[in-house]
């Protein structure tokens, strides 16, 4: 746990860089009222018209819940507030497996308030994942993004994400098979 954390750091080189002025927290069981909620972010944007909000929204909300009820060494939910303590977002962490058979951490959720866009908080949270990563002696850190998610995949590019593999989908009932 790095409670406490404070970040005043910014991305060099970004046009839009902001320093980040806040902490960094292990998430509480009480953030559940506004984590949940603001998970809903996570399909306001371009996305596949047969992913449906509803669905998204129960399996992040599940995987918060199991998250914050079933504390865990291999899964962790950091929030980032401000200085009033008011939460900005959160990066949900867990240790996974690549299909090599290694481990490594994986950031689940990533989600920053539509007022604190472009603040530095979204870089704040993956610095935060980084060092959970390495506290774990993980060689990698990775995370899915939906195609349509512009600038959270400029943000990872930014960071030093590069692209792995790409899932690629076909929905078969619009083709009458089902």
């Known amino acids: 746990m790095v409670s406490g954390n404070t970040d005043r750091t910014a991305l060099a080189g970004s046009p839009r860089a902001q320093i980040y002025e806040g902490r960094i927290r292990q998430a509480c069981p009480a953030?559940?009222?506004w984590l949940i909620p603001l998970s809903v972010r996570?399909?306001?944007f371009s996305r596949q018209a047969w992913r449906f909000p509803d669905s998204i929204d129960r399996a992040v909300a599940l995987s918060?819940?199991?998250?914050?009820?079933?504390?865990?060494?291999?899964?962790?939910?950091?929030?980032a507030e401000d200085a009033r303590q008011e939460p900005l977002g959160?990066?949900?962490?867990?240790?996974?497996?690549d299909f090599t058979g290694e481990m490594h951490a994986y950031i689940s959720d990533l989600v920053v308030r539509s007022t604190a866009e472009g603040r530095g908080v979204g870089a704040a949270l993956l610095r935060q994942a980084e060092s959970w990563a390495v506290?774990?002696?993980?060689r990698l850190l990775a995370l899915n993004v939906f195609t349509g998610n512009h600038r959270?995949?400029?943000?990872?590019e930014r960071m030093g994400f590069l692209?792995?593999?790409?899932?690629?989908?076909?929905?078969l009932r619009s083709l009458g098979t089902l």
């Open 31 to 33: 953030d559940r009222t």
């Open 42 to 44: 996570l399909h306001e």
């Open 135 to 138: 506290r774990r002696r993980h």
């Open 163 to 171: 692209s792995d593999t790409i899932r690629m989908v076909k929905e």
């Open 90 to 97: 959160f990066v949900s962490l867990q240790t996974a497996t």
């Open 152 to 156: 959270a995949r400029e943000l990872y």
């Open 64 to 79: 918060l819940e199991r998250a914050l009820s079933e504390p865990s060494a291999d899964a962790e939910i950091q929030v």
